[in-house]
């Protein structure tokens, strides 16, 4: 019995205790300080198992930062034809517009002017017709010449053209020339969202009076761009037609997708950047200007090394693995960390190579730093 009793205490003593991060460093492990603030000695490094790096094949991904903008081929300027002055707005800047809804209200001379214009013509044409008639007959009598007939209808036909011409301006200032009116309507040429307003109550309005005929800008956001700035040497690795995966700051549950429209062909020479454009398809919730980041990913795959999650040490925004050093001791090297794969193991985009060991637990080794 004596035996058997020595035997099971030789045993248990020669076992190893599972590590818990919850109950600090393994017991009797010593580190010691070197001169490389990047090197740590421990007393019993068997106590810290390591693996070797797997590699995986996968699409290399490029992810930058963007802004949402809206589709220069969508954006539609609200023209003001009249000069003159506001004197009602029913809209402002960010509302949702519908096409032909009456945006504000302009009182313009213009208008008394095209309509006066109108009226002359009227009688011009009136005139000019009763003349034709006259000469139509007198001709039939053979008391004028042909070409004073001819005369008189090129006159009856200039005040026709002169006619049509100022009905016309009536229309193209919204006028109705039956029910005439010193204030003109505009209206939306489009549904969308008034992204820009130049006007004001009793401001002006019109080229005559403000400079400038546009008085709102209404953009159509069921469709928007992503622009994105791209470093010169990642570019071969995207192509227009390429699809993105767009993520917005403020949704980061509701991804997206976009295809890539355009690449700018000219770069910005100071910070080497390219403008690209990700057309988008708005569910609502993308707003202009708001950031976003986009994930392209390259139509080759590239061998990346793959290690545990719980190798890699996140560290004040930095990722970093311990590889075995000579001497007994380890080596703290910063990775950059890529995804998370299937079975808890992580892409290693930078820092460590393929078949590289690591210390598989980076709990168990920095439990033992911080208690040292």
Partial sequence: ?????????????????QFNPADGPPADTKTTETGDMSLVQVDKPGLFPVVAAESVDVPNELNVTGTVNPDVAREVPVISLASGRVIDIKTRLGDAVKKGQLLLKVQSPDITNAFDVYLKAVNDEQLANKALK?????????????????????????A??????????????GVDKNNPSSIVNVYSPISGVIISQNVTNAAAAGVTYSGSST????????????????????????????????????????????????????????????????????PGFLKLGAFVNATFSSKRDEVHAVVPSSAILHLHDRDWVFE????GRFKRVEVH?????????????????????????VLQLEATLEAQ
């Fill in 1 to 17: 019995m004596a035996l058997l009793g020595a035997v099971l205490m030789m045993t248990a003593g020669c076992e190893k205790k």
């Fill in 134 to 158: 006259r000469a139509k007959e007198l001709y039939d009598h053979g008391a004028i010449s042909q070409s004073m007939l001819e005369q008189a209808e090129d006159s009856e036909n200039d």
């Fill in 160 to 173: 026709k053209a002169d006619l049509d011409a100022s009905d016309q301006q009536l229309k193209t200032l």
């Fill in 215 to 282: 008085v709102f800008t209404v953009a159509d956001l069921s469709t928007v761009w992503i622009l994105c700035d791209v470093y010169e040497n990642d570019l071969p690795k995207i192509a227009i037609g390429q699809s993105a995966k767009i993520t917005v700051n403020g949704y980061p549950e509701r991804p997206l997708t976009g295809r890539i429209s355009e690449i700018d062909p000219v770069l910005d020479p100071s910070i080497r950047t390219a403008k690209v454009r990700i057309e988008v398809a708005n």
């Fill in 324 to 327: 075995p050093a000579p001497e």
């Fill in 337 to 361: 960390a890529g995804r998370m794969l299937p079975n808890d193991r992580q892409e290693l985009l930078s820092g460590i190579s393929v078949g590289q060991q690591v210390v598989s637990n």
